[in-house]
C-alpha cells in the first residue's frame, strides 16, 4: 500500500513563502501528482496537478504563486507557494491526480499576521 507523507507547512505571515514537500513510498513513474487542501469547514479542492513530463494545471486563485514539481528518482512532489494569503490557510494533501491512494497526514499551512 502506498504512503504518502507531507512536510514543510507551517505558520507564515501574508506574503509569505514556504515549500512543501511529499515522500510516496511507491513509484510515482508514470502517474500523474496533485496536491490538495482542505481549509476547516470546507471540502478538499484540488490545488495544482503535474503529469508525467512535467506540465502543470493551478487552482486559479494559486496561479502565478504556486508551484509544483516532481522528482521521479526520489518519488517526491513539491509545491512552492509564494505570496501567500490568508485564504490559503488549510491542511495540504498530495496524492496522484485522481486521489486513489490513501491519505496521508497532510501538512497544516496557516498564513496569519
Known amino acids: 500500500q502506498v504512503q504518502l507523507v507531507e512536510s514543510g507547512g507551517g505558520l507564515v505571515q501574508p506574503g509569505g513563502s514556504l515549500r512543501l514537500s511529499c515522500t510516496v513510498s511507491g513509484t510515482i513513474f508514470g502517474i500523474y501528482m496533485a496536491w490538495y487542501r482542505q481549509a476547516p469547514g470546507k471540502q478538499r479542492e484540488l490545488v495544482a496537478r503535474i503529469t508525467t513530463n512535467g506540465n502543470t494545471n493551478y487552482l486559479d486563485s494559486v496561479k502565478g504563486r504556486f508551484t509544483i514539481s516532481r522528482d521521479n528518482v526520489k518519488g517526491a512532489v513539491y509545491l512552492h507557494m509564494d505570496s501567500l494569503k490568508p485564504e490559503d490557510t488549510a491542511v495540504y494533501y498530495c496524492?496522484?491526480?485522481?486521489?486513489?491512494?490513501?491519505w496521508g497526514q497532510g501538512t497544516q499551512v496557516t498564513v496569519s499576521s
Open positions: 496524492n496522484n491526480h485522481a486521489s486513489t491512494w490513501s
